[in-house]
């Protein structure tokens, strides 16, 4: 099992940015591929973006040109920039961790317990 701790979460004017962070604990070894989820209120969490443990990347198409995934291999660490946010970029952000290809739900089998973003216009 492996368990992970979201933060960086907060409210930010469009076209601001922000970092989140996903610390990352227990058999890690057993989750190739880490990710990002969003939940907007009334609607079903999505992937946002992914990371293998190759380190190749892929991002959800509404977050593509405007959000990086990355990790600190050495510090556990899961991050995602989110640059030029938008006012639809509001939701609970969620950490994953999973088997390969992981912004498939069905793929997660780890659930951080989420930060939230908050985007004014």
């Known amino acids: 099992q492996v368990q992970l701790v979201e933060s960086g979460g907060g409210s930010v004017q469009a076209g601001g940015s922000l970092r989140l962070s996903c610390a990352v604990s227990g058999y890690t070894s057993s989750r190739p591929c880490m990710a990002w989820f969003r939940q907007r209120s009334g609607e079903e969490r999505e992937g946002v973006a992914r990371?293998?443990?190759?380190?190749?990347?892929m991002d959800g198409a509404s977050v593509k040109g405007r959000f990086t995934i990355s990790k600190d291999s050495a510090k556990n660490t899961l991050f995602l920039q989110m640059n030029n946010l938008e006012p639809e970029d509001t939701a609970m952000y969620y950490c994953a961790a999973g088997d390969d290809f992981c912004l498939l739900r069905s793929k997660v089998r780890d659930w951080g317990r989420g930060t939230q973003v908050t985007v004014s216009s």
């Open positions: 990371i293998g443990s190759d380190g190749s990347t």
